[in-house]
Each structure stands twice: as structure tokens, then as C-alpha cells.
């Protein structure tokens, strides 16, 4: 019987008879003795890493590993610290059951009692330990997980964060399954273990916390996490350096851990991404093996089937092709290369919004949640919607299905991403109410002769700046009432209405050079509204600008501004107004910072 060891861990186990397991249950249970963590099982032969048999025991202990006796055996999990009691007094040579009233590993007094009655002790055939399944309790439960794992030999040292802790216990488990003749010293190895641990890696190596993401809670490892990669100069202490420690000081390059992973070839090929990292790697083998268990304990942990790197975005990418890799899946069959069935398909349903793509092939930020629900309010039923950076619907699909937009037209230029946005459009029935455009927005629209349909507002999402696209948006504004453009963009946070005012002023020398024989007193260009979606960085901000062009404004907004008026409404409510020559702040294209002469 083969134990699904991505749900379990080595465990003390009591055996009892199949017929017998729910009294042997009910007397662990009340007795306190009962692990919580994990529940009953079958003897799993293969793990069994020691087995003492009772000398009172009415059944026949199994004579060795091929035994038939072995399946009709339960085990039954129970706390390390009634280990040691149970193994010298209770089942202890001279078969009487025994009054406990020693310390615990913990240092808490036992309670002082006869564990079992004299016919409980003679249902129990022996004492292991093996690996154990998680009980259902703490599956999925992270926090509940770390706080039921045994703290053995625990000498006070530094505690360990969440990550930590599963890497703990992952070793722990590992070097135990491969002890059995003794050769790694047991002698405070717990501690050891942890001390070597805080002391060689940090929340960058090992955070305290880790994403999940999607419907299906795909778990998303940060680039530089638990990263095999000697070459992250920057990252010190260094994982690669602490896992090599690990393997030196416990002596395993003599371990054989080809039997750990009875899926081990399919679990490689899919971690064929980390594999250039052990490279030259002292016990690579051994430390791949590791690595894959250590996946598969946090996966088990926040309930996830597949584990994911976290990828860094080329900023000079025009497409925004993601960086992910998947280095570890629960085993299962997926027949598509690409679209619904392939290995990086995931749903990301956000306010009752289905998002759907292959997540090794575009990026997708979590954070913008609030300013697509803020979009999608701010539409109008009778609207027209251009989304000149679509990606796989961000914008265009709350446009849609939460404002109710009459038409949106969404341009993308990853394939990939155009291609998500099609399924997204067809999953929330929305597809008669939006057209793709694949390819640049700013020669789709020309060639589709799309500008002149009379946009009524316009999204434009591209990060860091969408500047580059700004010309064809005014142009796409009906140009009779005006429209709204939404304007995304990194700023320094300190530049916050510098760079609103200069968007401003840009905008109007745009519109000017569109229809210069417009009454230049009847033009408004007005940032009505600056919303703060998210940080970007130190010091940098995601923000949006609503900001609304045209020769008249909207009644809906209260404002008695008179003629031209070009400038922001600030954060007390006033009208600040541009002045003629402003400086460009250092977020824009050409000019700073956060420059990308491909946006241009």
C-alpha cells in the first residue's frame, strides 16, 4: 500500500488489528494520546522505518516486510512525546501496563494513570513509525498545519516563519527516512536543523507567506524564494548555499531517495526549469528529490495541486509575456499544448467574473481588482468602449459585464493574450458585445477604420506609461461631445499631480494638432479624478486619471469651469489650471527613469 506522500509525513504510529482500530481509537482519544494532525491508515511497508512489537499483544505480530498479516494492521498516530513511555514502560518487555507520570519532551507533567485497560493493551500489536496522512482537518488549513507539527527536541532557538517551518519539517521527515542505520546523529537534530535554517536564509529565501492564486489555488512561489540559483548575488544569506550546507553536515550524498517519489520522472520533466540550478550541485540528486517533496508539502498546505515560480516581465516585451514556470503538479493528465486542458490553464474569478488563460504565457496582477470594479461602475449602458491594451479582458470585460457597455472594442497585441480574451468574451456571454482587434492599437484601429466611430471612453492600461497611444485615443473620443480617457501609469508618488498637470497639457496640444480649427476658448481637458490603485514600487505608485476631453463637459459632474479649461480638479476639490510650459516629470517616455522607447 503506497501512501500519497504530497498529503503526509513520518509519523508514531500504534498498529492494531483492522477489527480492533475503533476501540484502540476511542482509548488514544481520551487519553490525549491521539495525534490530531494526522488520521488512521493502512501500514504503509514501504515507509515503515522501525517496528517494535507488543509482548502482550493477542495478535500475531507480522514477521517481516512481505508479510501477509501487514494489511489487516491499522495505524493509528500518536504524539512523539508518549513515545519513548510507551516504548520502555507500557509496552515494555515485562508486558504490564504502567502508571505514567514522567515529563514529556515538552517538559509537562503527564498525567499520573493507566493508559489502557489491561484488554486495550492487548488489542495493540506494536509500535512504529511510518508516514501518515494528513487528517482532514488541517488540510488546506496553513496556520493549523504549522501549529499541530510536533516541536521535538525544540531548544529554545529563534522560531521559524511559515516557509521555515515546512522546510523543517520536510528535512526532519527526509533525513529520518534514510537514518534507519543510524549514520546522521539523532541528538538534537530538530534543533539543529532549525538553527541552520534561521541563521542561513531570510523572508527574501524563505517568506513567511506565500500567494495563492486562481480558483484551482495554485501556489506561486516569488522568483527569488527558495531559488536553487547560486547566481542571485543579492540574496544573502543564499538558499543554494544553505541547501548545500544541509546536504554536507547530514551526510546526504549517501542517501538514496530514488524510491521518495514513485511519480519521480513526470514530477522531473516538470521541474526541468529548476534543474539547470543543481548543475555541479554536491548531492543534486538528493536535493532535487527534497526540493520535490518540499512542493508538495506546500502545496498540501494551502491545498493546491500545482506550484508555480513567479517570473520576472522583460520591460522592453512588447507583448507582457509571463515569466512563470510550473515546478510542481499533483499528478494529472493534461492532453492540450495550449488553451482549456493545458498545464498552465487557470480561472481567476473575480466579482462573479470568470478570467481565464494559460498563466506560462501572459501575466495577470491581483492588484488591480479594485480599479476594474471602479471601471466597470464608471461605464454607461448606452457606452462605446475602446480598450487599446486589452491583455485577457482586464478592463473590457467589467466594462461589459458590470457597466453593461452597449459595445467594446478590445485590441491586444500578444496573441496569447488575444486569444484568452476570446474564451473570457464567450465564458461571461459577452461575446456579441465586443470585436478583438490582434496587433498594435494604434494601426488595427486605422486599419479597421475604427476611429470613426465616436468612442465615448477610452481605456488605456498599459504600465508604466501607455504615452505612445495617447494621439490615438483623443482621436477615437467622439469628436462632437468629447470623452473620457483613462490614463494608467507609474509615477514617483511625490509626482503624483506634477505628472496629472502634465498629462493634461500633453492631451491639449494633441487635441489642438487633431482639430486645429477648433475654438481654442471652448476646449476642456480636465483630470477630474486621481486614483491610487496600488504600489508599484519603493516610492512609485500605479495611478489612473480620469480625464475628460472634449468641448463640453458632462453635466453629471456639477462644474461651472467657463471656457478653456485645462487642468486637474485636486485633492481639496479645487481646479488647479496647467501652466504654459511645464516640465516633464521624470516618468515620461524619453525622459527618466522609467523610460521605454517601444511605447513610444
Known amino acids: 500500500m503506497n501512501i500519497d506522500k504530497s498529503f503526509s509525513s513520518l509519523a ?7 477489527k480492533n482500530a475503533k476501540v484502540v481509537k476511542v482509548a488514544l482519544q481520551q487519553n490525549g494520546l491521539l495525534h490530531k494532525l494526522y488520521r488512521m491508515s493502512k501500514v504503509d511497508v514501504e515507509s515503515l522505518c522501525y517496528f517494535q512489537p507488543s509482548s502482550i499483544s493477542l495478535d500475531v505480530a507480522p514477521a517481516s516486510s512481505t508479510s501477509d498479516l501487514w494489511p489487516d494492521c491499522i495505524a493509528i498516530p ?17 508486558g504490564n501496563a504502567s502508571n505514567i507520570t514522567e515529563e514529556s519532551d515538552k517538559g509537562d507533567k503527564m498525567p499520573s494513570k493507566t493508559l489502557f485497560s489491561d484488554e486495550v493493551s492487548k488489542l495493540i500489536i506494536g509500535m512504529a513509525q511510518q508516514m501518515c496522512p494528513y487528517s482532514t482537518s488541517v488540510l488546506g488549513n496553513a496556520k493549523k498545519l504549522i501549529t499541530s507539527m510536533p516541536r521535538s527536541d525544540d531548544d529554545g532557538s529563534e522560531s521559524l516563519n511559515f ?16 537514518n534507519t542505520d543510524g549514520q546522521i546523529p539523532s541528538k538534537n537534530l530538530s534543533s539543529r536543523l532549525k538553527t541552520k535554517i534561521s541563521e542561513q536564509s531570510n523572508n527574501i529565501t524563505c517568506p513567511p507567506k506565500l500567494e495563492v492564486m486562481g480558483d484551482c489555488r495554485t501556489l506561486v512561489i516569488p522568483c527569488r524564494a527558495l531559488n536553487l540559483n547560486s547566481n542571485l548575488k543579492d540574496d544573502n544569506p543564499c538558499f543554494h548555499k544553505l541547501m548545500t550546507s544541509i546536504a554536507s553536515e547530514f551526510n546526504l550524498t549517501k542517501c538514496q531517495p530514488d524510491d521518495l517519489n514513485n511519480d519521480g520522472e513526470n514530477i522531473k520533466s516538470i521541474t526541468k526549469s529548476e534543474d539547470a540550478y543543481l ?12 526540493m520535490i517533496n518540499l512542493w508538495k508539502m506546500l502545496a498540501q498546505a494551502h491545498r493546491s495541486k500545482r506550484v508555480v515560480r513567479r517570473g520576472e516581465i522583460d520591460p522592453n516585451s512588447k507583448v507582457r509575456e509571463s515569466g512563470h514556470s510550473i515546478i510542481w503538479m499533483a499528478c494529472e493528465n493534461h492532453q492540450e499544448e495550449s488553451g482549456p486542458g493545458c498545464k498552465g490553464w487557470i480561472t481567476i474569478t473575480e466579482q462573479g467574473i ?3 488563460f494559460d498563466l506560462t504565457k501572459v501575466m495577470f496582477s491581483r492588484g488591480n481588482i479594485s480599479e476594474k470594479i471602479r471601471f466597470g461602475k464608471l461605464v454607461k449602458e448606452d457606452e462605446l468602449i475602446l480598450d487599446m491594451y486589452a491583455g485577457i479582458g482586464y478592463y473590457t470585460l467589467p466594462a461589459l459585464v458590470i457597466g453593461k457597455a452597449k459595445h467594446v472594442y478590445c485590441c491586444e497585441w500578444n496573441p496569447h493574450a488575444a486569444s484568452f480574451i476570446r474564451f473570457n468574451l464567450k465564458q461571461n456571454k459577452v461575446y456579441n458585445r465586443a470585436n478583438v482587434l490582434e496587433g498594435d492599437s494604434r494601426v488595427r484601429l486605422v486599419e479597421e477604420d475604427i476611429l470613426r466611430l465616436d468612442f465615448d471612453r477610452v481605456s ?3 504600465l508604466p506609461s501607455s504615452e505612445g497611444g495617447w494621439e490615438t485615443a483623443v482621436r477615437a473620443l467622439n469628436d462632437a461631445k468629447g470623452g473620457w480617457l ?6 514617483p508618488s511625490h509626482e503624483r499631480d506634477d505628472w496629472a498637470l502634465w498629462v493634461c497639457h500633453q492631451l491639449s496640444i494633441v487635441y489642438y494638432k487633431i482639430y486645429p480649427q477648433k475654438d481654442s476658448d471652448h476646449v476642456h481637458v480636465l483630470c477630474h479624478h486621481i486614483e491610487r490603485v496600488k504600489s508599484f514600487a519603493p516610492k512609485v505608485d500605479h495611478f489612473v486619471l480620469d480625464i475628460f476631453v472634449g468641448p463640453i463637459l458632462p453635466v453629471e459632474l456639477g462644474l461651472e469651469l467657463g471656457g478653456k479649461q485645462i487642468g486637474i480638479i485636486n485633492q481639496n476639490g479645487n481646479f488647479v489650471e496647467c501652466g504654459v510650459e511645464l516640465p516633464p516629470p521624470s516618468c515620461a ?12
Open 354 to 356: 470568470k478570467q481565464s
Open 589 to 600: 517616455l524619453g525622459n527618466g527613469v522609467l523610460d521605454q522607447e517601444w511605447m513610444m
Open 486 to 491: 483613462h490614463i494608467h501609469g507609474n509615477v
Open 163 to 178: 516557509v521555515q517551518t515546512i522546510l523543517h519539517q520536510v528535512l526532519m521527515d527526509f533525513i529520518n527516512m534514510f
Open 460 to 462: 488605456l492600461g498599459l
Open 279 to 290: 548543475s555541479g550541485m554536491e548531492a543534486s540528486d538528493v536535493i532535487r528529490d527534497l
Open 12 to 18: 508514531y504510529v500504534l498498529l492494531t488489528n483492522k
Open 78 to 94: 500518536i504524539y512523539k512525546e508518549y513515545k519513548d513511555i510507551l516504548n520502555s514502560q507500557w509496552i515494555g518487555n515485562d
